[in-house]
């Protein structure tokens, strides 16, 4: 008995979406099986110079949209383009036409996943982006479905592989910054221009996805407070090692009283903390709510692996075309919640302070931080100085944002203190 087909548009044939189309051939029997269809590719859009590439592979490609959009037979279409335009104006064209939506592209989900949900809903379709938080690690509809049970009240993740694979590096071989960034370069594993990942934009645009759904309530980009990994020093890695850390570039969702608490930075996170070993270009992400208590996901982060979560999102909209059960992981932020301002998170903090080597200097830093209600669980002069100063290096107890604003201008003040070198928080 033959099977029915369903019929996929792809946008983009660059890594991912040469990656989808390679699994799509290579698995292409198990595919169908499991998905009660075969998935045929009935169109490929790319630039004018790679048609010629594609059809010499047996593919159908095209440099014009209006063919893919047009075309009644085509019922997903498969945005693997990246950036945000022309994607998300191509995904929610797509949309509007009745087509269902399959993206990679965190940078339209980010900004516009709103709009396109609801556009999505509208049209009975689906609109689906497993692929574009963690790689092939499944999240999202682990917590659109596996967890919908749950009340989320923490979610944290390594979602950068590039930040993760030069902290892991500076970690492991005491190496400066600029050195790991060039040697992550040449393999490939960071841009020619790395901002995007070492000022943790990227990181951002995944937790703005992922705290939205994790607790119900838009969040966009521009509500995520950003700080990236240039700044850290190897003796600020020493340092937190010594203390019982590891340090890594942490994407954070909270549910706190003063509003959802997301924000992306370097953190010391405790050795025995499940996400310190998360270690390389791998990305891991840790949940936790009421009733599952904690759950972590874990496994590779970007590159050919992304293609398993875009085709999970094939195989489920194909699925549900057979059944005529498309749309039923529409938009889940019926809440409206606010943003706590950065200035009223807490978290506890690890200060690097050079100061005058003479007698009174640590009282006198001590009462500074008492002044602005900060509390101290720990202050120790290190092994290194130099000539006439000393390095203490400071943690705090959990504190809001602002008293630890409040202190460093005050310590700026203090004629005993030379240098505030690093601030960083702990998350315990």
């Given at each position: 008995?033959?099977?029915?087909?369903?019929?996929?548009?792809?946008?983009?044939?660059?890594?991912?979406?040469?990656?989808?189309?390679?699994?799509?051939?290579?698995?292409?029997?198990?595919?169908?099986?499991?998905?009660?269809?075969?998935?045929?590719?009935?169109?490929?859009?790319?630039?004018?110079?790679?048609?010629?590439?594609?059809?010499?592979?047996?593919?159908?490609?095209?440099?014009?949209?209006?063919?893919?959009?047009?075309?009644?037979?085509?019922?997903?279409?498969?945005?693997?383009?990246?950036?945000?335009?022309?994607?998300?104006?191509?995904?929610?064209?797509?949309?509007?036409?009745?087509?269902?939506?399959?993206?990679?592209?965190?940078?339209?989900?980010?900004?516009?996943?709103?709009?396109?949900?609801?556009?999505?809903?509208?049209?009975?379709?689906?609109?689906?982006?497993?692929?574009?938080?963690?790689?092939?690690?499944?999240?999202?509809?682990?917590?659109?479905?596996?967890?919908?049970?749950?009340?989320?009240t923490e979610i944290l993740g390594v979602v950068n592989g590039t930040t993760n694979y030069m902290l892991t590096k500076m970690t492991e071989d005491?190496?400066?910054?600029?050195?790991?960034?060039?040697?992550?370069?040449?393999?490939?594993?960071?841009?020619?221009?790395?901002?995007?990942?070492?000022?943790?934009?990227?990181?951002?645009?995944?937790?703005?996805?992922?705290?939205?759904?994790?607790?119900?309530?838009?969040?966009?980009?521009?509500?995520?407070?950003?700080?990236?990994?240039?700044?850290?020093?190897?003796?600020?890695?020493?340092?937190?090692?010594?203390?019982?850390?590891?340090?890594?570039?942490?994407?954070?969702?909270?549910?706190?009283?003063?509003?959802?608490?997301?924000?992306?930075?370097?953190?010391?996170?405790?050795?025995?903390?499940?996400?310190?070993?998360?270690?390389?270009?791998?990305?891991?992400?840790?949940?936790?709510?009421?009733?599952?208590?904690?759950?972590?996901?874990?496994?590779?982060?970007?590159?050919?692996?992304?293609a398993s979560a875009v085709i999970a999102d094939i195989i489920e909209i194909a699925r549900g075309i057979q059944t005529n059960s498309v749309g039923?992981?529409?938009?889940?932020?019926?809440?409206?919640?606010?943003?706590?301002?950065?200035?009223?998170?807490?978290?506890?903090?690890?200060?690097?302070?050079?100061?005058?080597?003479?007698?009174?200097?640590?009282?006198?830093?001590?009462?500074?931080?008492?002044?602005?209600?900060?509390?101290?669980?720990?202050?120790?002069q290190t092994a290194s100085t130099v000539e006439g100063h000393a390095e203490l290096v400071v943690v705090t107890h959990k504190v809001r944002h602002?008293?630890?604003?409040?202190?460093?201008?005050?310590?700026?003040?203090?004629?005993?203190?030379?240098?505030?070198?690093?601030?960083?928080?702990?998350?315990?």
């Amino acid at each position: 008995m033959s099977r029915p087909v369903t019929k996929i548009a792809i946008l983009g044939a660059g890594t991912i979406g040469g990656s989808v189309i390679k699994v799509l051939r290579d698995n292409q029997e198990i595919i169908s099986q499991r998905a009660s269809t075969d998935i045929e590719i009935k169109n490929i859009l790319v630039l004018p110079h790679e048609i010629p590439k594609l059809q010499a592979q047996g593919l159908p490609a095209t440099n014009n949209y209006d063919e893919i959009l047009d075309d009644p037979d085509i019922s997903i279409v498969v945005e693997l383009m990246g950036g945000l335009k022309p994607a998300k104006d191509f995904a929610l064209r797509a949309l509007e036409k009745g087509k269902n939506v399959v993206t990679a592209n965190k940078d339209v989900v980010a900004q516009y996943g709103g709009e396109l949900l609801e556009a999505a809903e509208k049209n009975h379709v689906d609109y689906l982006f497993e692929a574009s938080v963690g790689g092939a690690i499944p999240i999202i509809m682990p917590l659109k479905r596996s967890l919908t049970g749950n009340r989320v009240t923490e979610i944290l993740g390594v979602v950068n592989g590039t930040t993760n694979y030069m902290l892991t590096k500076m970690t492991e071989d005491g190496a400066d910054y600029d050195t790991v960034l060039k040697e992550a370069q040449a393999k490939g594993y960071a841009e020619a221009n790395p901002a995007a990942d070492v000022e943790g934009k990227d990181a951002a645009r995944k937790i703005a996805i992922l705290a939205s759904i994790a607790f119900n309530s838009r969040v966009k980009f521009e509500d995520v407070s950003i700080e990236g990994i240039t700044k850290i020093t190897p003796k600020d890695i020493q340092h937190a090692a010594n203390l019982g850390y590891v340090v890594k570039l942490l994407a954070i969702g909270k549910e706190t009283e003063e509003g959802i608490d997301v924000r992306v930075h370097p953190v010391l996170l405790p050795k025995v903390h499940p996400l310190a070993s998360v270690n390389g270009v791998f990305n891991a992400i840790f949940v936790r709510g009421y009733p599952i208590d904690e759950a972590m996901f874990f496994g590779p982060g970007a590159g050919f692996p992304t293609a398993s979560a875009v085709i999970a999102d094939i195989i489920e909209i194909a699925r549900g075309i057979q059944t005529n059960s498309v749309g039923r992981f529409g938009c889940t932020c019926f809440n409206k919640k606010p943003i706590c301002p950065l200035e009223e998170t807490i978290s506890s903090y690890y200060i690097r302070l050079l100061v005058d080597d003479k007698p009174g200097v640590l009282g006198a830093v001590a009462t500074t931080f008492g002044n602005a209600e900060v509390s101290l669980t720990s202050v120790a002069q290190t092994a290194s100085t130099v000539e006439g100063h000393a390095e203490l290096v400071v943690v705090t107890h959990k504190v809001r944002h602002k008293n630890i604003l409040a202190a460093q201008e005050a310590l700026k003040e203090l004629p005993v203190v030379d240098e505030i070198s690093s601030v960083m928080r702990v998350e315990s």
